[in-house]
């Protein structure tokens, strides 16, 4: 259900019934079949199909706006509900519901010398909390997973897509109520007042964890803040090392879409490192790929003569902030470094911990690679692109979390659960 509020309220009441509403739905949805849930997210995606016109001229409101007020274009990007952003919403739906109900599954039963036996249960987290801004798509796929791995979810999206998140809140709402479930298991927050958030991140009564997808500026603003756990990550400084071993043809197309597929995402490179034994032969090639897409380059002295050399334009002087920095913007950072362990140690030490790639055709340096990057997804051969919870097989994903505990990476079905303890007895007492 989306509340809209365009009065003046009481957050703290508001808020309070709020939380009461999804807690109360989330004891209800955790008993609810995996077939029924399963009937339900099929029903969300013929929704979706039918309703897409209606979606769409909702949507192109908000796009309006966000233009009128000179917002960029990775923003206009990030917002807009395409064609496509269709398609593959009502395929991530479709793909959560033939994914496996984790509830319920019980795994490790063992038995101890006394007879008991223990093993653990898969349970909901409960109450999820979800804070994002402009995109639209996030409102369908929190609530397909929240509702497939039996949570209760409130959802909060930013003002500048209002129009088209509750458009998706009625969609998601009368879906529910024909389903026979409550419609408080998804609760969309549609006033643009945000003293909400700052309610939502502290209500430790009602709210058992927070998935924040956003800016830098809000995540920060939820870590200085926030009482309930969060799942997160603050930045994406991505990676691709080129290794002396890559095959030249990988490397351009792995090196092209990671950059220029789309600019605004969390898993775009920020930071090309090539090693010093290809990059005479492969440098040129990726500069001038650049070069036509207008991509702004910020090098290293090494990276700069051969660039020069080349012909290639615009070439700016990287500093050392650059190698920290996340540009969601057609910017890169290029530095040679003189092989895969200074690779490795300068990944480590100036990455986000989101995704870093390499490109080899080396075995054992792709297999130290993969042992030695401290990052939630390490990729071999593929575009950073790939880190997706869609493109994972997860069906969407709720957030991606660069934290080491609980979660790591997409955050799917499992990442929304939890495990608790069951002993079968006999009748057993301590002794």
């Not at 807009?80 to 519901?97: C, G, K, N, P, W």
């Not at 809140?169 to 549609?190: E, M």
């Not at 597929?261 to 290809?278: D, H, K, P, Q, S």
């Not at 790591?408 to 006999?426: A, C, N």
Request: hydrophobic share 40%; with cysteine.
């Amino acid at each position: 259900m989306c509340v809209l509020r365009k009065q003046k309220m009481n957050i703290n009441c508001y808020m309070a019934d709020l939380g009461r509403r999804a807690r109360a739905a989330s004891r209800k949805i955790a008993r609810v079949s995996g077939a029924t849930k399963n009937v339900t997210l099929e029903q969300i995606a013929l929704a979706i199909q039918r309703e897409a016109d209606s979606l769409q001229q909702a949507n192109s409101r908000d796009v309006a706006r966000a233009r009128a007020h000179g917002r960029d274009a990775a923003f206009i990007d990030r917002l807009t509900l395409s064609d496509q952003v269709i398609i593959t919403m009502v395929e991530s739906v479709r793909q959560v519901a033939a994914l496996p109900d984790p509830i319920g599954e019980i795994t490790g039963m063992r038995t101890r010398p006394t007879g008991i036996q223990v093993g653990q249960m898969r349970v909901p987290l409960g109450v999820v909390g979800i804070i994002y801004e402009s995109r639209p798509n996030v409102t369908i796929d929190a609530a397909a997973l929240c509702l497939k791995s039996g949570n209760a979810a409130i959802l909060r999206g930013g003002s500048e897509a209002i129009e088209s998140n509750t458009a998706f809140a009625a969609l998601i709402s009368k879906v529910l109520y024909t389903s026979g479930l409550p419609r408080d298991v998804v609760q969309v927050i549609c006033t643009p007042d945000r003293a909400v958030v700052s309610k939502l991140i502290t209500m430790t009564e009602y709210v058992d964890v927070i998935v924040p997808r956003g800016g830098k500026r809000l995540i920060q603003k939820l870590m200085n803040e926030a009482r309930v756990p969060i799942i997160k990550h603050l930045d994406g400084v991505c990676h691709i090392y080129v290794d002396e071993s890559a095959d030249i043809n990988k490397a351009l197309k792995i090196c092209d879409n990671a950059k220029t597929n789309r600019y605004g995402t969390c898993n775009t490179m920020e930071t090309l490192l090539v090693a010093l034994g290809i990059a005479p032969t492969v440098l040129p090639l990726l500069g001038k790929l650049y070069q036509d897409k207008a991509i702004e380059l910020r090098v290293d002295p090494a990276a700069r003569t051969i660039l020069t050399n080349a012909g290639v334009k615009p070439i700016i002087d990287a500093t050392e902030a650059d190698w920290r920095t996340e540009y969601l913007a057609p910017v890169l950072a290029i530095k040679i470094v003189d092989g895969i362990d200074s690779a490795i140690e300068h990944i480590n030490t100036y990455g986000s911990a989101h995704t870093d790639a390499i490109v080899t055709e080396h075995y054992t340096r792709a297999m130290q690679f993969l042992s030695e990057v401290d990052s939630s997804s390490v990729i071999v051969n593929a575009s950073t692109r790939i880190a997706d919870g869609f493109e994972y097989g997860l069906g969407a994903e709720i957030g991606i979390s660069n934290d080491k505990l609980h979660a790591r990476g997409p955050v799917g079905l499992e990442g929304l659960t939890s495990l608790k303890y069951i002993v079968l007895g006999h009748g057993e007492v301590r002794q």
